[in-house]
């Protein structure tokens, strides 16, 4: 599955995650936490393997792109996170 596309004032984001579902929902927790709109989901969970994926969408501005990614790759779950 993929998620929308990002529209207008949306962000697409691939995220690489460990600890399977519990390792999304960090992840998930953190974005409503700082207060972004999560517009799309899309999970794929490998809770036998190593990684699962996390494609979303999210609200924000470009000028908060790279904060954002930096917020997200200092999280102990993100294996790594990418703009889509």
């Not at 794929?44 to 990684?51: F, I, K, P, Y």
Request: with cysteine; charged share 20%; proline share 7%.
């Amino acid at each position: 599955m993929t998620p929308p596309p990002p529209g207008r004032g949306g962000l697409g984001l691939r995220i690489g995650v460990t600890g399977g579902l519990d390792g999304a929902m960090r992840v998930l927790s953190t974005l409503r936490g700082r207060g972004y709109r999560v517009r799309g989901l899309s999970l794929h969970v490998d809770e036998a393997g190593d990684a699962s994926v996390l494609d979303c969408v999210v609200a924000t501005s470009p000028s908060e792109v790279g904060l954002l990614l930096e917020r997200l790759r200092r999280l102990p779950a993100v294996l790594g996170a990418a703009e889509t």
